[in-house]
């Protein structure tokens, strides 16, 4: 019982437990040697299997004494040529070939199943296992890539804003007097900054004065080129250019620098590949690796800490349009809005810096735009940017967009709510009538609050990414490709027997869509009023009065917009709403009965890109058709709908302008949801993929509350529209299932 036990030191300083102990070690070693893990190395090249983490000759202590390693040492000699045999044998690297046939099936499906890996490892001459590791080792290592990234740019945060913390402490001190403990701040750069702001705003200021002009005649049409429409006179805004600009403390030559910098960078962006862009596992997106980033273009870390989100996509597509009238629709702002109406609320060229060659070769110029998303639910992004274009070969093209904060580093940076950073495309003729498009658009904005049902998309950087613009411009494209056809099958032009009448039906569907989004988003000149449905959703409304507008009905108008969730895949609700024969299952205003289909266009490949006009075999209302416009991209359908005179209808099928008939669009936007779901079992079939998931709706209805201009608003037109979206939600819900979603 009062037996003491050896002490601890004694005990493990026992040379003949050091050789157990040591044998353990180098058994345990050469166990892990067997054990088939991947490759080693990066790109998914190198070994196959696991790298033995302990040897046998490190596994003792490391302050082991000479009498114990050389009682080692006998055991280790007998034991070396064991392992060496084994290490030989189990250690293989894979060949380029069948590193690049993995790495073809991993961009496709990073987790293949069974049957694949079989069929793969035939292929490649490999085990089932061998293969397995690969694929498993390939993700953590992109995983690994991405969290490295994260904590990079997370700690690169911190740094600053211990560093803005460190600097505020400072001008406390520096600001307030010893004595009394007053502030002394002067207030030079504050004013400074305001007088900039205010140059700005009173350059677009003048601009839609001179728009104006031009509207009402004063200004004789032809004044100025088509790339300076909407801003103010070419002659006066070349002579305020000759040495400095009127809206930088920089020299005209300082700015080309910069804006050459910048399409340099633009150009090195759009071009590499890892590790400056990564692809991810989960999305397959691409994602800016944000240190590689800093470090190819020696730029700052954000210049206001964690209160900016960095938002960079990059979206690769072929379009079917001739390269330079693709140049000219960017440098033409009028052309640039009408080719992205569901982005570009408003728009304007505020001066040109250098008007360049005769075919838009070293344009540059200031420019202003308002961003927006088709909800009120979104703020709209306002920037001033430099847009320059340049030639690269005979057969590219580089358009490049930079902030003007990024030109004059006096510019408040914390007033830049949303400032861009180089972004643009690079635009390459195929020689077969397509052009190839490489975009990027990199934002830096403030983070503000964003209600719950769009976060998700605008902070992924979906909602204003290149995805986004890519997906409208190949749209857009195929619509225009088909309003200029003439061999158009029979098929697709229903109801129309002259291609004149097409193309005035086609253009009154494009102004009616452009229309709709120009009245839906969240501008800051518009006010948006809440008011709450009995279900608890939330609608907002605003009002115009228009007097003199073309295309717009004379009087008050009410506009009510809701954005719902909703649990149904965003195809499945669009095919809902844009068949005319299911319309009276949500449309309240329309009478019962089946519709009749008069017109039939077809403007892009997908079969819900038309444009229709269709009415209701009932005697209630006889004379009113309904032109409705369906346009569907990879990230965003619209169902756009508005009621016609038959009569004035009737004038556009014959070929008639189209301009004059007055017209009040409501309609529908439709897009995924943006949470990225994994399926919940393992198909490779790709329409049960697209199936999963949620979408966004948004509803809008515009009705004319008084004929007279000068009317004022009552509440019973506010609560008629309300009325309406409540009971068209319902109606969709209903015919889902889904009352309760």
Same mark, same amino acid.
């Given at each position: 019982?009062?037996?003491?036990?050896?002490?601890?030191?004694?005990?493990?300083?026992?040379?003949?437990?050091?050789?157990?102990?040591?044998?353990? &070690?180098?058994?345990?070693?050469?166990?892990?040697?067997?054990?088939?893990?991947?490759?080693?190395?990066?790109?998914?090249?190198?070994?196959?299997?696991?790298?033995?983490?302990?040897?046998?000759?490190?596994?003792?202590?490391?302050?082991?004494?000479?009498?114990?390693?050389?009682?080692?040492? +006998?055991?280790?000699?007998?034991?070396?040529?064991?392992?060496?045999?084994? !290490?030989?044998?189990?250690?293989?690297?894979?060949?380029?070939?069948?590193?690049?046939?993995?790495?073809?099936?991993?961009?496709?499906?990073?987790?293949?199943?069974?049957?694949?890996?079989?069929?793969?490892?035939?292929?490649?001459?490999?085990?089932?296992?061998?293969?397995?590791?690969?694929?498993?080792?390939?993700?953590?290592? #992109?995983?690994?890539?991405?969290?490295?990234?994260? =904590?990079?740019?997370?700690?690169?945060?911190?740094?600053?804003?211990?560093?803005?913390?460190?600097?505020?402490?400072?001008?406390?001190?520096? +600001?307030?007097?010893?004595?009394?403990?007053?502030? @002394?701040?002067?207030?030079?750069?504050?004013?400074?900054?305001?007088?900039?702001?205010?140059? #700005?705003?009173?350059?677009?200021?003048?601009?839609?004065?001179?728009?104006?002009?031009?509207?009402?005649?004063?200004?004789?049409?032809?004044?100025?080129?088509?790339?300076?429409?909407?801003?103010?006179?070419?002659?006066?805004?070349?002579?305020?250019?000759?040495?400095?600009?009127?809206?930088?403390?920089?020299?005209?030559?300082?700015?080309?620098?910069?804006?050459?910098?910048?399409?340099?960078?633009?150009?090195?962006?759009?071009?590499?590949?890892?590790?400056?862009?990564?692809?991810?596992?989960?999305?397959?997106?691409?994602?800016?690796?944000?240190?590689?980033?800093? !470090?190819?273009?020696?730029?700052?870390?954000?210049?206001?800490?964690?209160?900016?989100?960095?938002?960079?996509?990059?979206?690769?597509?072929?379009?079917?349009?001739?390269?330079?009238?693709?140049?000219?629709?960017?440098?033409?702002?009028?052309?640039?809005?009408?080719?992205?109406?569901?982005?570009?609320?408003?728009?304007?060229?505020?001066?040109?810096?250098?008007?360049?060659?005769?075919?838009?070769?070293?344009?540059?110029?200031?420019? &202003?735009?308002?961003?927006?998303?088709?909800?009120?639910?979104?703020?709209?992004?306002?920037?001033?940017?430099?847009?320059?274009?340049? !030639?690269?070969?005979? =057969?590219?093209?580089?358009?490049?967009?930079?902030?003007?904060?990024?030109?004059?580093?006096?510019?408040?940076?914390?007033?830049?709510?949303?400032?861009?950073?180089?972004?643009?495309?690079?635009?390459?003729?195929?020689?077969?009538?397509?052009?190839?498009?490489?975009?990027?658009?990199?934002?830096?904005?403030?983070?503000?609050?964003?209600?719950?049902?769009?976060?998700?998309?605008?902070?992924?950087?979906?909602?204003?990414?290149?995805?986004?613009?890519?997906?409208?411009?190949?749209?857009?494209?195929?619509?225009?490709?088909? &309003?200029?056809?003439?061999?158009?099958?029979?098929?697709?032009?229903?109801?129309?027997?002259?291609?004149?009448?097409? !193309?005035? #039906?086609?253009?009154?569907?494009?102004?009616?869509?452009?229309? &709709?989004?120009?009245?839906?988003?969240?501008?800051?000149?518009?006010?948006?009023?809440?008011?709450?449905?009995?279900?608890?959703?939330?609608?907002?409304?605003?009002?115009?009065?228009?007097?003199?507008?073309?295309?717009?009905?004379?009087?008050?108008?009410?506009?009510?917009?809701?954005?719902?969730?909703?649990?149904?895949?965003?195809?499945?609700?669009?095919?809902?709403?844009?068949?005319?024969?299911?319309?009276?299952?949500?449309?309240?205003?329309?009478?019962?009965?089946?519709?009749?289909?008069?017109?039939?266009?077809?403007?892009?490949?997908?079969?819900?890109?038309?444009?229709?006009?269709?009415?209701?075999?009932? @005697?209630?209302?006889?004379?009113?058709?309904?032109?409705?416009?369906?346009?569907?991209?990879?990230?965003?359908?619209?169902?756009?709908?508005?009621?016609?005179?038959?009569?004035?209808?009737?004038?556009?099928?014959?070929?008639?302008?189209?301009?004059?008939?007055?017209?009040?669009?409501?309609?529908?936007?439709?897009?995924?949801?943006?949470?990225?779901?994994?399926?919940?079992?393992?198909?490779?079939?790709?329409?049960?993929? @697209?199936?999963?998931?949620?979408?966004?709706?948004?509803?809008?209805?515009?009705?004319?509350?008084?004929?007279?201009?000068?009317?004022?608003?009552?509440?019973?037109?506010?609560?008629?529209?309300?009325?309406?979206?409540?009971? @068209?939600?319902?109606?969709?819900?209903?015919?889902?299932?889904?009352?309760?979603?």
């Amino acid at each position: 019982m009062n037996r003491s036990n050896p002490p601890v030191k004694d005990f493990f300083a026992s040379p003949a437990l050091s050789l157990s102990l040591a044998g353990v &070690f180098r058994n345990n070693a050469l166990e892990a040697a067997e054990v088939e893990d991947g490759e080693e190395g990066s790109g998914g090249g190198g070994y196959c299997g696991e790298q033995a983490g302990i040897s046998g000759e490190n596994s003792g202590p490391a302050d082991r004494s000479d009498e114990e390693q050389e009682s080692n040492e +006998s055991l280790d000699n007998n034991d070396r040529d064991a392992g060496n045999k084994l !290490k030989r044998k189990k250690y293989h690297r894979h060949t380029a070939e069948q590193i690049r046939e993995m790495e073809v099936l991993f961009k496709e499906s990073p987790h293949p199943d069974e049957k694949q890996r079989q069929q793969l490892s035939k292929q490649l001459g490999l085990s089932t296992r061998q293969v397995k590791f690969w694929f498993q080792n390939r993700r953590t290592q #992109i995983k690994a890539v991405q969290e490295r990234h994260e =904590n990079s740019l997370l700690k690169s945060e911190i740094e600053k804003l211990q560093e803005d913390n460190r600097a505020m402490r400072e001008t406390i001190k520096k +600001s307030c007097c010893p004595h009394c403990g007053f502030t @002394t701040i002067s207030k030079d750069n504050t004013m400074a900054t305001e007088e900039q702001q205010l140059r #700005i705003e009173n350059a677009r200021l003048k601009a839609e004065i001179e728009k104006l002009r031009r509207m009402q005649g004063s200004v004789p049409d032809g004044t100025s080129s088509p790339s300076s429409s909407g801003s103010a006179g070419t002659e006066q805004n070349k002579s305020s250019l000759n040495s400095n600009s009127g809206f930088f403390s920089l020299d005209k030559s300082r700015i080309l620098e910069i804006v050459n910098a910048a399409l340099d960078e633009l150009i090195k962006m759009s071009s590499a590949r890892e590790p400056l862009w990564i692809q991810s596992v989960e999305t397959g997106r691409e994602i800016l690796n944000y240190d590689e980033y800093v !470090k190819e273009f020696s730029h700052d870390v954000l210049r206001n800490g964690c209160n900016r989100n960095i938002e960079a996509s990059r979206e690769i597509g072929v379009v079917f349009f001739d390269v330079l009238k693709l140049v000219q629709a960017f440098m033409d702002v009028n052309q640039w809005k009408e080719m992205f109406p569901c982005l570009i609320s408003n728009g304007s060229i505020v001066e040109v810096i250098c008007s360049g060659q005769g075919d838009n070769n070293g344009l540059t110029q200031l420019m &202003f735009a308002e961003i927006q998303m088709l909800t009120p639910l979104v703020p709209t992004r306002e920037t001033y940017f430099v847009r320059h274009c340049k !030639k690269l070969s005979p =057969n590219r093209w580089a358009i490049v967009d930079i902030s003007i904060d990024k030109l004059d580093e006096t510019i408040d940076a914390s007033l830049v709510k949303c400032s861009k950073q180089p972004s643009g495309c690079i635009l390459e003729d195929q020689d077969n009538g397509h052009c190839k498009v490489i975009w990027v658009e990199h934002w830096e904005c403030q983070r503000n609050v964003i209600t719950t049902l769009y976060r998700s998309i605008v902070t992924n950087g979906l909602a204003f990414g290149a995805r986004h613009w890519m997906s409208t411009l190949r749209l857009q494209c195929e619509r225009a490709v088909f &309003f200029m056809a003439t061999n158009v099958p029979t098929r697709d032009c229903n109801g129309v027997s002259t291609l004149a009448g097409r !193309k005035s #039906i086609l253009k009154l569907g494009q102004r009616m869509t452009a229309s &709709f989004c120009r009245n839906i988003g969240a501008p800051r000149n518009r006010t948006w009023n809440k008011i709450s449905t009995k279900v608890g959703e939330e609608i907002r409304f605003t009002y115009r009065k228009i007097v003199n507008e073309p295309g717009e009905p004379l009087g008050v108008i009410v506009c009510a917009v809701m954005s719902t969730w909703m649990p149904i895949p965003a195809v499945s609700l669009f095919d809902f709403l844009r068949d005319e024969s299911r319309r009276t299952e949500w449309d309240i205003m329309l009478p019962s009965g089946p519709t009749k289909t008069l017109v039939n266009l077809a403007k892009g490949q997908d079969r819900g890109n038309s444009v229709t006009v269709y009415t209701m075999n009932s @005697t209630e209302k006889p004379n009113i058709w309904v032109l409705q416009d369906s346009s569907t991209n990879s990230f965003e359908s619209m169902v756009v709908f508005a009621p016609v005179d038959m009569d004035g209808m009737q004038s556009v099928i014959n070929g008639c302008d189209s301009s004059s008939l007055s017209i009040l669009p409501s309609g529908f936007s439709i897009l995924p949801d943006g949470l990225e779901t994994r399926p919940l079992v393992i198909t490779s079939r790709p329409e049960e993929r @697209t199936l999963e998931g949620g979408s966004l709706l948004t509803i809008a209805f515009q009705i004319l509350a008084n004929s007279s201009p000068s009317a004022k608003l009552t509440m019973e037109s506010v609560e008629s529209v309300n009325a309406l979206i409540s009971c @068209t939600l319902q109606n969709i819900k209903k015919a889902f299932k889904c009352e309760d979603g």
